[in-house]
């Protein structure tokens, strides 16, 4: 299969900010060890702080013929209508992860304007959110 994994804003951070929330591990890390699970699929990775990047990788991703996008937005998600519309736009499923709970943090974040566009949500689970949701792909 074809996944394409998108971090949002400050996920690019990821290992320096937050390390009690976020972990220790760099982005490029985690999805070193991505790749490795898995090994027989093809996954690409794009980190932007900018929304309208993260939109056009969305739509890229339809074009391309990407089996699923799994995206972590990072704060857009509480907030960007674009993201939200890019996602709508396209046919290829995005699956919405966040490394931490966010229900279990600040009023804000338990607000998604992305959630209803997206086929799931996986949130939680650290750096394995990102697997748990391109292996819902395979189920
Ligand atoms: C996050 C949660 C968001 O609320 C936050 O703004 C992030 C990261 C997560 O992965 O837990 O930047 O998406």
Redesign the pocket.
């Known amino acids: 299969m074809k996944f394409l994994f998108v971090n ?4 690019n951070m990821t290992g320096e900010r937050e390390k009690g ?2 972990g220790t591990q760099t982005l490029d890390q985690i999805n070193a060890e991505i790749s490795v699970h898995f090994k027989g699929d093809k996954c690409e990775f794009f980190q932007s702080n900018i929304e309208g990047e993260i939109c056009t990788a969305i739509q890229s991703a339809d074009k391309n013929g990407f089996d699923g996008v799994i995206l ?4 857009y ?2 907030y960007s209508i674009a993201i939200r519309d890019a996602i709508a736009s396209v046919k290829t499923p995005v699956i919405e ?6 229900h279990a ?1 600040e009023e804000f ?1 338990h607000k998604s304007v992305i959630s209803e566009v997206c086929r799931g949500v996986i ?1 939680g689970f650290g750096k394995n ?1 990102y697997i748990l949701a391109a292996e819902s792909f395979k189920l």
């Not at 992860?97 to 966010?102: G, L, R």
């Open positions: 949002g804003v400050n996920l929330v976020y972590n937005a990072g704060a998600t509480h992860v966040h490394m931490s709970n966010v943090r974040r949130c959110s």
